[in-house]
C-alpha cells in the first residue's frame, strides 16, 4: 500500500502554497489525497492562473470537502498525516474546537485523535489574540503550526524560492526527503550564478 498524504487547500491567500506541496510530492512515493474548499476554490481564480480542476488533477485522489462519508472521516483509513496549506483562521478555529462541520476540519479531527501528523499553515496577518490562542489550542491537540514565513539566509532569488522554503519546512516536518532549499550551512552555489539575488527593501 502507497504512503499516503492529505492535503487540504481552504480560502486563505497564499493558494499557491498548496499547488507546489501537491507538485513537490509528485515527485514522491507518496499518494495524495486532496480537499479544496469552495473559498480555496474562489482564490485560485483571484490569486493564480490555474483552474481549481487542473488542481485536482494534480492529486491521486480528490473529494468534495462537503463528503462527510469520505474515506478521509474515517480514523481507519490509515495516512501518514496532513497538511492544511493555507489554513485559514475560520479552518484552524474548527480544528482547535473540533466542530466539524467539513471534511477539511473532519479529516484533520481524524488525524489528531489517530496522533498522526497534522499541519498547519496558517495564513493571517497581524495576529491578535483569539488567533494566537486557538493556535495554542491546535498545539496542545498535537497540530504543527507552521505559518508561511520566509528566511533569506538561503538568497531566494524568485518567489517560487521563498515558496519552496516553506513546503521543504513541511516535508522536514513530515519526514520526506527533499532538495527544495539550501540549508544553514550547506555551500552555496549561488555564487555561479549570474542572477541577481532578491534585493532588500
Request: proline letters at 4%; hydrophobic letters at 40%; a negative charge.
Amino acid at each position: 500500500m502507497s504512503k499516503r498524504i492529505i492535503v487540504s487547500i481552504s480560502g486563505a491567500s497564499g493558494v499557491i502554497y498548496g499547488v507546489r506541496l501537491l507538485e513537490a510530492l509528485q515527485d514522491s512515493d507518496y499518494e495524495t489525497h486532496l480537499i479544496i474548499s469552495e473559498s480555496g476554490k474562489l482564490n485560485f481564480e483571484i490569486e493564480t492562473s490555474y483552474n481549481p480542476k487542473d488542481v485536482e488533477a494534480m492529486a491521486d485522489v480528490a473529494y468534495d470537502h462537503k463528503d462527510m462519508a469520505a474515506a478521509l472521516a474515517s480514523g481507519s483509513f490509515i495516512t501518514e498525516g496532513m497538511v492544511v496549506v493555507p489554513c485559514t483562521i475560520k479552518t484552524l478555529s474548527g480544528i482547535a474546537n473540533s466542530y466539524n462541520e467539513n471534511l477539511i476540519v473532519r479529516a484533520a479531527d481524524v488525524t489528531l485523535k489517530e496522533k498522526r501528523k497534522l499541519v498547519l499553515v496558517v495564513r493571517e496577518t497581524p495576529l491578535h489574540k483569539g488567533h494566537l490562542r486557538l493556535m495554542t489550542m491546535a498545539a496542545d491537540m498535537g497540530a504543527h503550526i507552521l505559518p508561511p514565513v520566509p528566511s533569506f539566509y538561503h538568497h531566494p532569488k524568485t518567489i517560487d524560492d521563498i515558496i519552496d522554503q516553506t513546503i521543504g519546512k513541511i516535508f522536514d516536518y513530515l519526514g520526506i526527503q527533499h532538495d527544495l532549499f539550501k540549508r544553514w550551512g550547506e555551500s552555496k552555489k549561488d555564487n555561479d550564478d549570474q542572477e541577481t539575488p532578491l534585493k532588500a527593501i
